[in-house]
């Protein structure tokens, strides 16, 4: 059964992930930074301090008490995956959507499935998973043939959007090569996708703030959240910095006060993006407090991402007129991707 509630917590952090950008398209007469750093403040200001306040009360006091290597880790790894997040954008311009987001999403999925046990291998910790335990054991190699059998569905589903792009239309094609840059592309995705990762890294580092959410007797369950309000005050820095930097650059401070613009709506579909942006890692944590931090936590959360979007994808008609091949190409990648889920939630519940 904590299997069963772990997979579902994590389906619906990816639930939120897959559709927090969808508020985003509402906005109307605002510039990327402007609408993003609205949001972010929500996602990474706002919301968790709350949420930590709702599920852990004595949050700030945890906090206040933790070492400063804890805290100082914890910010860091927040930092370093406040630039893959920028640097993504970078990665898809360059690559094109398809590609762009298979390889981000490819080595964000590996790197923060697998590192942290391969690290615990070197620094080992009780009651953490290292990588030996899990190639030597039944339930890891089951994990780990799930990741395997992710990661060929993203590639799968990258497969799929080439093969669209191919068959869209000459002006697009034309735009889209012109800016395509395979070894700058391929570098910026692969860093963007490593960084990205560093989300999880931040979890492991909080861990201490996890463990003492427990021991002060608050449920297990929203163990993470008190190390959520640090980690994102971390890509909070980051993306403050460079979404300001935007707006001078661009000249898009007026975008906050533009009375041609509707306002209202614009501050509260960004809030609700950024809220609902949040709300994924809230279930993530719920998640990985059922299923634990290793492989099996982060490439649930990788796979159910990449499913929703795919559900949006179709939704809002974006692969409507593609050839048979490439429908069947993503319909593939997609049951691929369910497969490494139910392998990895298998994996996870005979360990």
Not at 240 to 255: H, Q, R, V
Not at 303 to 317: C, M, R, T, Y
């Amino acid at each position: 059964m904590s299997s069963i509630l772990g997979v579902i917590f994590h389906f619906i952090g990816g639930f939120a992930s897959g559709s927090f950008y969808v508020p985003y398209s509402k906005v109307k007469q605002w510039a990327w930074e402007s609408y993003w750093i609205v949001g972010g403040l929500f996602s990474w200001l706002i919301v968790p301090p709350l949420a930590a306040w709702l599920t852990v009360p004595n949050f700030a006091e945890l906090i206040s008490s933790a070492s400063f290597g804890t805290l100082k880790f914890t910010f860091l790894f927040g930092v370093l995956w406040g630039i893959g997040g920028l640097t993504y954008g970078l990665g898809v311009r360059y690559l094109g959507m398809s590609l762009g987001n298979s390889v981000v999403l490819g080595f964000c999925s590996a790197f923060g499935a697998l590192v942290p046990s391969i690290y615990y291998n070197f620094f080992p910790e009780e009651g953490k998973t290292t990588f030996s335990e899990m190639i030597s054991t039944t339930w890891g190699q089951v994990v780990l043939l799930g990741v395997a059998v992710c990661l060929l569905g993203i590639y799968v589903c990258g497969k799929a959007g080439m093969l669209k792009e191919r068959e869209m239309s000459d002006s697009y094609k034309k735009k889209s090569v012109a800016e395509f840059n395979l070894l700058k592309g391929l570098a910026v995705a692969i860093t963007s996708g490593i960084l990205s990762s560093c989300f999880n890294f931040g979890i492991e580092a909080g861990k201490p703030l996890a463990d003492a959410a427990i021991a002060s007797g608050n449920n297990p369950l929203y163990q993470n959240n008190v190390a959520y309000v640090v980690l994102l005050w971390g890509g909070l820095s980051t993306n403050f910095i460079w979404c300001a930097f935007l707006n001078f650059k661009n000249k898009t401070f007026g975008d906050y006060a533009n009375k041609n613009s509707p306002l209202v709506n614009n501050y509260l579909f960004s809030a609700l993006a950024g809220t609902t942006w949040f709300l994924q890692f809230f279930f993530y944590g719920m998640g990985e407090s059922k299923l634990g931090n290793g492989a099996s936590s982060w490439i649930l959360h990788m796979a159910f991402i990449i499913l929703v979007a795919n559900g949006w994808g179709v939704a809002l008609k974006e692969w409507k007129g593609v050839s048979t091949k490439t429908r069947n190409t993503i319909i593939l990648g997609i049951a691929l991707i369910i497969l490494s889920v139910i392998v990895v939630g298998y994996g996870n519940s005979i360990k």
